[in-house]
Structures are given as C-alpha cells and as structure tokens.
C-alpha cells in the first residue's frame, strides 16, 4: 500500500512546513537543503517513509493546486482547535494527532530538538507564520467583488493579434517543468540553467524567427520580438542571453557571411 499522510499520520507533522515552503510556487535551495537533511536523520522514519516525505520536496514535481488546498484545509482545521500552538512543530503535531494519536508525549520529547533546529536553519519566525496561516478577518474590502466591465479574452486577442500563435506557444514552453523557477543561489549554476533554457528554444525553434528563410529561418522580426517580449515574463536573464544568443551572436554571423556574398557580387560585375 501506498504511503500517504492519511494513511501514515505521523507523517502529517511536516504538513505545516511544507506548506510553508511551496506556498509561494517556489522551493529556494536552502529550503530543500534543510528539509532533505532534515528528513535524512529521522531515525524514526523508515526508509519508505523518508522517500514519500522527499517526494514532497522535489522541485521538478511540487505539489499541485488540490494538493496544497487539501494541506491548507488541514491547517485551518487545527488552528481551530482549543489548543493554539506557538510553532509549526505544535501545529504539526495538531494535525498528525487530529484523527487517533500518531504522536505520543515521549515522541514529541524526542524529536522537539531537532524540529526547533529545522525552523532555525529554515529562518521560519514561528508566530508571524501561524498568524498569516489563520483565516483573515472579514473587512469591507473582502466584501467587494471583482466587476469585469468589459471582455478580458476579447483585449487579450486584440493585444496579441496576429502574435497570438506565438505567445501562446512561449507561455506554454516556459510554464513547463523545465522552466521550472528554481533559481540556483551559486551565479555559475544560474549561468548554466539558463545556457540549458536557451537551448531548450533553440530546439523549439524559437530562436529562428528573424533569420532568412533561406537560411532556415521564418523571416519574421515581429515574431522574434515577441518571443522576447513574453520570456520577460518568466526569467530576465533568459531575456538577455536569449538577444545576445540569436541576435547580437547570430546577427553577426549572418551579416558577416551576407557581407562576403555582397563582395563576391560586387567583384562579379566588375564593380
């Protein structure tokens, strides 16, 4: 049988913290490294159990949006609960103990140590965190609701016009895992992450849109803008390497080659 946090509540009790870490899309190195540590020197995790938790922590597979909904849920459940934790070990241990007793007094002794030193190392000021977990009081703001007074699809189609195909095809490329936004915190591995996604666009040809068709190219400066315009969505440097790569680079070697045809054309007609 499958491991699940259902199935194996005392698992339950990093529920709070990955939530906390996944909440914003993004895993920071720091994060995985803490955590994978962490999970690691669990005596008290089997070998399976450990697998499962670390799958909770893979960058190239974060948990999807009903994933985070159903953590989020078991979260609120516990703040409503008669006792307020003061940490996210307590509020884990709330939820892992919500349905029959995962975790008894002698556990919690036991492994209180090390929860409290992941929280250090993940730099989580504990108060402030389960605060921003409680549900928000109801305000006058909250009882607006959004009035659309025009046709959002119909501006989108008029803003990108004849451009729409290409958008379209770069938004989805680079809201693929592949794209995934887990920025390297070291300056050579962020180098080579986006040397890997330029050559990712080169393979989906979205590097040859201004090139002459004769040199395998779509002549298509306009589109070659726009594959531009909508990698500043995602990843500036990508952005930059991206003009550097297929325009200054590229541009320079086709009009060096165009310059000794012109040359060779002139000395033909005796020019």
């Known amino acids: 049988m499958d491991i699940t946090f259902n199935n194996d509540p005392k698992l339950s009790i990093l529920i709070p913290v990955f939530y906390l870490a996944w909440q914003d899309d993004f ?36 948990p999807s949006r009903s994933e985070l909904f159903h953590w989020k849920e078991k979260i609120d459940k516990a703040l409503d609960n008669s006792k307020k934790p003061s940490n996210l070990t307590e509020l884990g241990i709330l ?3 919500a349905e029959r007793q995962a975790l008894n007094e002698e556990d919690i002794r036991i492994i209180g140590t090390s929860f409290a030193k992941m929280e250090s190392e993940l730099g989580v000021m504990s108060r402030e965190v389960i605060s921003g977990f409680k549900k928000s009081k109801d305000t006058i703001t909250h009882s607006y609701k959004t009035i659309e007074s025009f046709d959002v699809k119909l501006l989108i189609d008029f803003l990108d016009g004849s451009q729409a195909a290409t958008i379209n095809k770069v938004k989805q490329l680079i809201s693929s895992p592949e794209f995934a936004l887990d920025i390297p915190e070291n300056i050579m591995e962020y180098r080579e992450k986006v040397l890997e996604w330029s050559k990712s666009l080169s393979k989906h040809n979205l590097g ?24 500043s969505y995602h990843d500036l440097s990508l952005v930059i390497k991206f003009g550097v790569q297929f325009g200054l680079w590229g541009m320079s070697i086709l009009s060096l080659g165009t310059e000794k045809h012109y040359k060779k054309y002139l000395k033909d007609i005796g020019t």
């Not at 490294?33 to 960058?59: C, G």
């Not at 040199?215 to 990698?231: A, C, N, P, Q, R």
């Open 27 to 62: 895993l920071s190195k720091n994060e995985f490294t803490t955590l994978n540590d962490f999970i690691n020197k669990q005596d008290w995790f089997t070998k399976a159990e450990k697998e499962f938790l670390k799958s909770k922590i893979d960058y190239t597979s974060p």
């Open 95 to 97: 939820i892992a103990n």
């Open 208 to 231: 040859a849109y201004a090139y002459p068709k004769e040199h395998g190219g779509k002549d298509d400066i306009e589109g070659y803008f726009s594959v531009m315009e909508t990698l």
